[in-house]
Every structure is written in structure tokens, then in C-alpha cells.
């Protein structure tokens, strides 16, 4: 087989999401491509690989591809422009092919340039580098239709990353330019075309999930699952269903949850995607905890815990802490509770593009601590939620105070983000904050004020919350017969794009 006909090959394989035997191949081809003295193959094979080491987040090799595809690109830009005679002796392409390549592999440099610093969170560069890919000049008609397709799966690459910061309103933008490409793309029917709208439906399904839009989300994540199943694209199939899990979850539909896990994990911890795998292992902990079976469910998020401390993901790493401690809450061990979230609180510290909301909510997991701790204080009956009415004992006295760090805790996080859905204009985004923000945190803050016993706190807060207006949501019969508790949300609370 051709040196033309293995790049297509491998090509199809990258495209399944079969990244080593791509890889294999791409190897192999960049030693025949130099000894043919085939600058031209050489870059095709450097921007093939760099694609395939962004995926699996190999970013050295993403930034070495680069890095040689500039270099070859600068050594023909120096001889077009006569400053490197004596190379020139020695090319045997036209002057149009020469401008033809560097018209290309400039654009594909920047397509990779730009997926590789929204993978990384630098996010003005990203858009920097998108601007080079969409200005590179070049009048080349048969490259008009490979540059739009790298601007837009460029834009989802970007768009991702946003969101995988938690910055859900600075990629509403960048959305609101890819739903109706992605409509086109749907409708092309090629492989290429076909592998930019399932990429493109996938990340915007998980924005939707991941910003209470649940209903937006089920139809892009179907078309995707059907498009990639269509193509015996097993990991992108895989991934749809993960998607729609998170999906059911946020729904309080336990049961559709581990199905859709059960069935989305075999592949994609085939195709060792890190951070699907430990967002699988997640919703595993989750459904063994939600049955009681805690060292199961501890151990599922210790899995978690390390593939994102493997591949840097320090807010998943702040959240999967966060969520570690209600094993130590249920275990009565509040001491190594208050411990993960200390580190939960550690990271986001050091980490530059923290919110307010992830402070509002870790501080509202650390009052759940105490909160916790003063009821065992105060003899606590799991099974009937009675607690003894002895008002004079050391127990009674230290949960007291207890209880008023609690409060000190959770009641200003949710006054803060109930500040929020007060200043929202539209009734359904106003809404989609109470259910997925306000309520469950202004519902702690009431049950710590009033296990607390202090009732001018507790009159305060009904004032306010009669003063700023009630929630009038209604739940469906399945959230309404299930809902889980507190820690169903800690590692999974959605993040309207409204509160920005």
C-alpha cells in the first residue's frame, strides 16, 4: 500500500477512536516519508499524529508535532521568499505546491496549537491561535472546506475546555456559532463530517447536562449515540451513553444510571480515556453508595480520584474530595472529613480560574460536616431521624456550638447564591438556578437554624425567603419518589451558565 493509502487508513482508525494502531501506522509512515524526501507527506504524518496525541492528552507529543511542522514551514517560507538559496536547488516542488503547503500546515498548526491550550486551560490563547487558523491567507478552493472543518471542531475543542473550568458562560458564544454547523455537518453523511457532529453533540450535550439543561440535552446525546453507532464508532457510542447517565442522574433516575454506566464502561476503559473512566468510576461510587455499600463506593472514588490526579484535572480531583467525605460523615470520622475538604479547598486555592460558586459549595459541604458531627453529639437516630431530648449534658452543649459553625457556614453560601437567582431576569433561567443551586443549599441552611434552636435566625431566614419568593418547580414522580439526599450533588451539582 501507498504512503497515501496508509494515511487514509490510519486516518479511519484515529477517526474510531482506535489511536494506537493509528499511531503504529504514523510511525512507521514518517521514517518513508523522509527517506523519500517527502516534506509535504512529513507534515501530513506530523499533523495526524499531534491530532492523535491530543486526544489521549500526550501533550508533549502535541506540542514536538508543532514544533516540527513550524519548523519544515519556515524553511520553505525563507526560500519563497529567496533568503535560502541554497535549499532552493535542492526542492523539487513548484511554487504553488510550496504555497499550498505552507498554506496548510500553518492552518493545521494552528488547529492543534489552539486544541492543545484549551486542553491545558489557556483559553485567550486558544482563541489566539483560532484567529491564525481562521486568517492564514490562501486562496486554495481545495483547502476550503478542510480549514472550516478545523475552525469548527477548533471551536469544540474550545469550547470543551471552557467547561471542563467551569466557565459555562464564556462558551455559550462559541455554542451559539457550532449548533448550526454541526446541523450541517449532520446532514454531509461523510466520515469527517460525521466525526466533527458527533464530537460537536457529545460536548454540547455534556454542556447541557452540566448546566441544568436536561431536556436541551437528551436529543443532541441520542442523534450522537445513533450517528456513532451507525459507524460502529464504539468509544463515541460509549461516550453518549455516559453522557445520557449523568443525564439520568441529575433526573434522580437511579436505575436508568447504572444501566447506562454498565453499559457505556467496557469500551471506554478499552480505549483508556482517563477522564471518562474516572467520571464512570464516579457514577459507580455513587449508585453503591445510594445502596449503602460504602468501602465499595469509597473505593469506586478512589479510582476516580486517581486517574484525575493522573492526567491534572484539579477541580474533579477538589470535587471527588468533596465527595470522599461523606464516606468519613457516614463513618462518623468528621476529623478526616474536614481534612478532604481542607484539601479540596487547597486546590482550588492554588488553581487560577476558581469561582465563587466552588467556594459557596465547599464551604456548605464543610457546615454538612459540622452539621453532622453536632448530631451525633447529640445521639442521632439514623433510622428515625429522633434525636434524645437531654438539654443539660456535655453532648447537648458541644453540639450547640457545633451547630453554630455550621450555620457561620452554610447559611452566608446560601444567601450568596440565592443573591444570584434574585438577579436573574428570565423566569426559566431564574428557575433552573433554584432547582440546581439555591434550593438545596437555603434547604441546609433552614435545618441547621432550626436544629440549632436559634429562632430568630430561623425567622429570618422564612422572612427572606418569603420576601425574594418560594420555589414552584414541580418534580416528576421519579425525583419526587427518590430523591437522594445532599451527597447525590456534591461532585455532580450543575453549574447554570446564568450565575455568571
Not at 56 to 75: F, K, P, Q
Not at 255 to 263: F, P, R
Request: aromatic letters at 8%.
Amino acid at each position: 500500500m501507498t504512503i497515501i493509502g496508509d494515511l487514509e487508513r490510519a486516518r479511519h482508525l484515529a477517526l474510531a477512536a482506535k489511536e494506537e494502531a493509528a499511531k503504529e501506522i504514523l510511525l512507521s509512515l514518517l521514517a518513508q516519508a523522509e527517506e523519500a524526501d517527502r516534506d509535504d507527506l512529513a507534515c501530513e504524518v506530523l499533523a495526524q499524529l499531534a491530532e492523535v496525541y491530543l486526544v489521549r492528552t500526550a501533550y508533549d507529543g502535541v506540542t514536538e508535532g508543532i514544533r516540527r511542522i513550524r519548523e519544515c514551514l519556515s524553511s520553505y517560507a525563507e526560500i519563497r521568499s529567496g533568503r535560502r538559496p541554497d535549499l532552493a536547488a535542492r526542492v523539487t516542488m513548484s511554487e504553488a505546491e510550496i504555497d499550498h503547503l505552507i498554506c496548510r500546515y500553518t492552518r493545521r498548526a494552528a488547529f492543534l496549537a489552539a486544541g492543545l491550550a484549551a486542553a491545558s486551560g489557556d483559553h485567550d490563547g486558544a482563541a489566539a491561535s483560532l484567529d491564525t487558523l481562521i486568517d492564514t491567507p490562501g486562496d486554495f478552493e481545495d483547502l476550503a472546506i478542510e480549514q472550516r472543518g478545523l475552525i469548527c471542531y477548533a471551536r469544540i475543542l474550545m469550547a470543551r475546555g471552557l467547561c471542563d473550568d467551569d466557565m459555562y458562560a464564556d462558551s455559550v458564544p462559541i455554542w451559539a456559532v457550532l449548533l448550526d454547523q454541526l446541523e450541517e455537518y449532520a446532514g454531509a453523511g461523510d466520515p469527517e463530517s460525521d466525526h466533527l457532529f458527533v464530537n460537536g453533540a457529545l460536548s454540547y450535550g455534556r454542556f447541557c447536562v452540566e448546566t441544568g439543561r436536561l431536556d436541551e440535552a437528551q436529543p443532541w446525546l441520542r442523534r450522537a449515540e445513533a450517528r456513532a453507532g451507525a459507524r460502529d464508532w464504539q468509544l463515541a457510542a460509549a461516550r453518549a451513553q455516559l453522557e445520557r447517565a449523568a443525564a439520568r442522574w441529575s433526573d434522580g433516575d437511579i436505575a436508568e444510571t447504572q444501566t447506562l454506566v454498565h453499559q457505556a464502561y467496557p469500551a471506554i476503559a478499552e480505549h483508556v480515556r482517563a477522564h471518562d473512566v474516572s467520571r464512570s468510576w464516579l457514577y459507580f461510587g455513587l449508585i453503591r453508595f445510594r445502596m449503602g455499600a460504602l468501602d465499595e463506593a469509597d473505593e469506586c472514588w478512589g479510582h476516580a480520584e486517581r486517574h484525575w490526579r493522573e492526567i491534572e484535572k484539579p477541580l474533579h480531583i477538589h470535587r471527588i474530595l468533596l465527595q470522599r467525605s461523606w464516606i468519613s460523615i457516614l463513618r462518623g470520622d468528621f476529623a478526616v472529613a474536614v481534612e478532604k475538604v481542607a484539601q479540596a479547598r487547597e486546590l482550588l486555592d492554588s488553581y487560577p480560574r476558581h469561582s465563587w460558586l466552588q467556594y459557596a459549595r465547599l464551604d456548605d459541604q464543610l457546615g454538612n460536616i459540622w452539621r453532622a458531627d453536632a448530631l451525633a453529639d447529640l445521639g442521632l437516630d439514623p433510622a428515625t431521624g429522633a434525636v434524645p431530648g437531654d438539654v443539660d449534658g456535655p453532648g447537648y452543649r458541644r453540639a450547640m456550638s457545633k451547630l453554630r459553625q455550621a450555620a457561620d457556614l452554610k447559611v452566608p453560601a446560601a444567601l450568596a447564591v440565592d443573591a444570584v437567582r434574585y438577579a436573574i431576569p428570565d423566569a426559566g433561567a431564574r428557575m433552573r438556578w433554584a432547582r440546581c443551586v439555591s434550593a438545596p443549599l437555603l434547604a441546609g441552611a433552614f435545618a441547621v437554624a432550626k436544629e440549632w434552636g436559634n429562632t430568630v435566625l430561623l425567622t429570618e431566614l422564612i422572612e427572606y425567603h418569603s420576601a425574594r419568593g418560594a420555589f414552584t418547580a414541580e418534580l416528576s414522580e421519579k425525583q419526587a419518589g427518590s430523591a437522594p439526599g445532599a451527597w447525590a450533588a456534591t461532585a455532580t451539582a450543575a453549574v447554570p451558565v446564568e450565575g455568571d
